[in-house]
């Protein structure tokens, strides 16, 4: 059978897409809470500088068009950050700093492996633009927490580190073999990194401190390790800006789930200073990742810091269905089956039932009243308004509740009162 959808790409059926959406939302108000506001950007964009810097590090995971029009390359959205910063940079830039922005959203990229297909990434996330202090990468920190808790996820883990030291620490090593290195400190695979720095030209005791770097893994107490084996070798500062964050971090009570992790360097290519992931128990990817990026925001012209973080929604998704609280999904609440020849008096009530907040749908189809009953089972539509004719008194319609499989003839007035409603729900 011929394949109908390009791999990479996900469709969802309605309980799975309103699942979705109410992580989304729940995201969106830990967001606004936080005094973080919406911004909108473009799903495709044109192959700038920034651009090719990320599908350099990216190795060729842009998505590339042409524009008729021009015949200059186009790029489908690979991030949501570089869009960020420019709306910073140009449209507020005279707005009072700092910017707080979020956005939510699709991602489009290739695998780094060429063989696969093209990945459609949903995401939300958010920036924060012109505040450079240690309380801002907390604040970070502190809003993931909150999601997380909001939504009922409770086995996580906040992994902190600093990709300029990690960077500056492996700076000597040539850059082909600099890649290897660093991918074998972020899988902790201690044999690989013997073999990649056996040969390699570094003065021992930097040698050292690489191998003796994915043992340094722990709670804030390891710091002091850190700092006595590194700070000689000029990673001071890089390490004295942890303890900042580490410190703010305390205050706020936000240390129960913080994991030192400086063998970390799979940050974005503009990521600089702190940076961090959150990992859910039993899901296989990251669940959020973000940090600093300062030298981002002086590629569009603007000298100032900037921070932010993204939750991958699939992995949010899966973290709250095996750990957290599962989401609501929102069915019909009424389905009104007007039995009569002329539907005048079915449409009327659907629509005085719509006015009062309640999801109605009309059963439009010529069928038996047990088939649309049917119908309503299938779709978890549990209260059905009968218009039946058979009635003698024309202003009683008949109630039935397709889950108790009870049933009640009522004034129809009464419909259009919340307390009806709400006294349904409890009879037998």
Not at 121 to 127: F, K, N, R, T, Y
Request: net charge neutral; aromatic share 8%.
């Amino acid at each position: 059978m011929v394949e109908l959808l390009p791999k990479g790409v996900t469709v969802n059926p309605p309980e799975v897409q309103e699942r979705y959406a109410s992580i989304r939302k729940c995201v969106s108000q830990v967001f606004m809470r936080w005094g973080f506001r919406e911004v909108g950007t473009p799903i495709f964009e044109y192959y700038d500088d920034v651009y090719k810097q990320i599908d350099e590090s990216l190795q060729g995971a842009l998505v590339k068009l042409i524009e008729r029009e021009t015949g200059r390359i186009i790029v489908l959205r690979p991030d949501f950050t570089p869009q960020v910063a420019r709306i910073a940079s140009t449209l507020m830039k005279d707005v009072p700093r700092p910017l707080r922005l979020y956005y939510s959203g699709n991602i489009f990229r290739w695998p780094a492996e060429t063989k696969q297909a093209a990945k459609q990434i949903d995401q939300i996330g958010l920036e924060l633009i012109g505040l450079d202090k240690a309380e801002a990468c907390a604040e970070l920190v502190g809003i993931s927490e909150e999601v997380l808790e909001e939504l009922g996820v409770k086995d996580y883990v906040i992994a902190i580190s600093n990709v300029s030291f990690i960077r500056e620490l492996l700076a000597p090593i040539p850059v082909k073999k600099r890649k290897k290195v660093a991918f074998a400190l972020a899988r902790k695979d201690t044999k690989e990194l013997n073999i990649l720095l056996k040969d390699a030209e570094l003065e021992k005791k930097r040698k050292e401190l690489i191998k003796q770097l994915p043992e340094l893994v722990g709670g804030p107490e390891i710091l002091k390790d850190i700092e006595s084996l590194y700070s000689d070798i000029g990673l001071e500062p890089h390490i004295q800006e942890l303890k900042s964050v580490i410190f703010v971090l305390k205050s706020y009570g936000l240390m129960r789930n913080i994991l030192i992790d400086l063998s970390e360097i799979r940050g974005m290519v503009y990521h600089r200073g702190f940076f961090f992931e959150v990992f859910v128990e039993g899901i296989g990817k990251r669940t959020a990742v973000g940090g600093r990026y300062d030298d981002l925001m002086r590629m569009y012209g603007s000298n100032e810091p900037g921070m932010g973080f993204a939750f991958n929604m699939e992995s949010l998704y899966k973290a709250v269905h095996l750990k957290g609280k599962k989401p609501k999904v929102s069915t019909v609440d009424v389905l009104v089956v007007d039995m009569s020849p002329v539907k005048n008096r079915g449409v009327e009530i659907a629509k005085n039932l719509r006015r009062m907040g309640l999801k109605v749908a009309r059963d439009i189809i010529e069928r038996s009243l047990e088939e649309s009953l049917d119908y309503a089972k299938k779709h978890g539509i549990n209260r059905v308004v009968v218009i039946d004719e058979r009635l003698k008194d024309r202003t009683v319609v008949r109630v039935l509740d397709t889950k108790k499989n009870y049933e009640e003839v009522v004034e129809e007035s009464l419909l259009f009162s919340s307390s009806f409603w709400e006294a349904w729900e409890w009879k037998e």
